[in-house]
C-alpha cells in the first residue's frame, strides 16, 4: 500500500514563502517520478512541478518558474515544494501524487499518476 502525506500548508502574505512536503511511504521504489498539483475552487486540478527520481531533473509549469523548487530527499523519502514569491493566484489546494510510469512530455496530466495525497491548503493573501 502506497500513502503520500502532504504537510506544510497554511496562511501567507503575497511575495511570502512556503514550503510543503510530501512523505510517502509503501512500496515507492519503482516509482519514476514526483508530482505537485494544484487546484483553485472551480478550476482544473493542473501540475504544477515534477522530480524525475531517474535522473533528477525537474519541470516546472510556466506560471510557477523561476519562483517554485521541487526537490526530493531519498534518505527521507520526502519530496519537497519550495513556494517563494507567493502570489494570491497560487492560492489553491496542493497535492502530491505518483505512479508506476509517467510520460515526460506530459507530465502534468494528472489521469496517469495512480496514487495521491489528501491536498494541503494554500492561500496567498494579505
Known amino acids: 500500500q502506497v500513502q503520500l502525506v502532504e504537510s506544510g500548508g497554511g496562511l501567507v502574505q503575497p511575495g511570502g514563502s512556503l514550503r510543503l512536503s510530501c512523505a510517502a511511504s509503501?512500496?515507492?521504489?519503482?516509482?519514476?517520478?514526483y508530482v505537485w498539483f494544484r487546484q483553485a475552487p472551480g478550476k482544473e486540478r493542473v501540475g504544477v512541478a515534477a522530480f524525475s527520481v531517474s535522473d533528477g531533473n525537474a519541470y516546472y509549469a510556466d506560471s510557477v518558474k523561476g519562483r517554485f523548487t521541487i526537490s526530493r530527499d531519498n534518505s527521507k523519502n520526502t519530496v519537497y515544494l519550495q513556494m517563494n514569491n507567493l502570489k494570491p493566484e497560487d492560492t489553491a489546494v496542493y497535492y502530491c501524487?505518483?505512479?508506476?510510469?509517467?510520460?515526460?512530455?506530459?507530465?502534468?496530466?494528472?489521469?496517469?499518476?495512480?496514487?495521491w495525497g489528501q491536498g494541503t491548503q494554500v492561500t496567498v493573501s494579505s
Open positions: 501524487a505518483t505512479g508506476w510510469g509517467w510520460m515526460k512530455s506530459s507530465w502534468y496530466a494528472p489521469n496517469q499518476y495512480e496514487f
Open positions: 509503501g512500496s515507492t521504489s519503482n516509482f519514476y517520478a
